[in-house]
T-cell receptor, first 107, second 116 residues
Framework: AQRVTQPEKLLSVFKGAPVELKCNYS??????LFWYVQYSRQRLQLLLR??SRESIKGFTADLNKGETSFHLKKPFAQEEDSAMYYC?????????FGKGTSLLVTP | EAGVAQSPRYKIIEKRQSVAFWCNPI?????LYWYQQILGQGPKLLIQ????????DSQLPKDRFSAERLKGVDSTLKIQPAKLEDSAVYLC??????????????FGPGTRLTVL
């Protein structure tokens, strides 16, 4: 069964501190993973995808097939990073989302 | 470019009533998705269209939910009759092509449904 697990419902860090949002998946095929973000009063939008191997707004995520993880990291959190973050797995044609982690960056 | 449009933004109905949601995807996007997001959960796919054909509706409760995309552009999602557990945000999304490793889905603002 395809499943995406985000173990933390809420993560609170201080501005300038490193942040790591955890995502674990279960999938029998070759996984295609994404991070989507929803800022307050805005639409859900793509943050990054594993295939691009890029850094967006200072965030990176590495696919670790051995640990079946796709954790989202940023070395120095900013207040504007406060948002809801969803990890998503493309299983066939559909996106399977985790429950999300609310990130709060405090000054 | 204009984003995905949805209406209404909010709807309050009583259980056993009917409700319909409308979605207009980004121009040129062949694939359209309807998601249900219950409070505290991630979005769950209900149905996916490629042009005017259904690709996946395996998680659509077909005894009460229906959706159509007759001309391959706009889409409507209907619930008849509604139950209390249908209270959720209904998200519409679109993409240029079927979901894949490189495909970005663009989401609408959602319709918040409250069933009393």
């Amino acid at each position: 069964a395809q499943r995406v697990t985000q173990p933390e419902k809420l993560l609170s860090v201080f501005k300038g501190a490193p942040v790591e949002l955890k995502c674990n998946y279960s999938y029998s095929g070759s996984p295609e993973l994404f991070w989507y973000v929803q800022y307050s009063r805005q639409r859900l939008q793509l943050l990054l995808r594993h295939i691009s191997r890029e850094s967006i707004k200072g965030f990176t995520a590495d696919l670790n097939k051995g640990e079946t993880s796709f954790h989202l990291k940023k070395p120095f959190a900013q207040e504007e990073d406060s948002a809801m973050y969803y990890c998503a797995l493309n299983s066939g044609y559909a996106l399977n989302f985790g429950k999300g982690t609310s990130l709060l960056v405090t000054p | 470019e204009a984003g995905v449009a949805q209406s209404p933004r909010y709807k309050i109905i009583e259980k056993r009533q009917s409700v319909a949601f409308w979605c207009n995807p980004i121009s040129g996007h062949a694939t359209l998705y309807w998601y249900q997001q219950i409070l505290g959960q991630g979005p769950k796919l209900l149905i996916q269209f490629q042009n005017n054909g259904v690709v996946d509706d395996s998680q659509l409760p077909k005894d009460r939910f229906s959706a159509e995309r007759l001309k391959g552009v706009d889409s409507t999602l209907k619930i008849q009759p509604a139950k209390l557990e249908d209270s959720a945000v209904y998200l519409c999304a679109s993409s240029l092509e079927l979901a894949g490793a490189k495909v970005e889905q663009f989401f609408g603002p959602g319709t918040r449904l409250t069933v009393l």
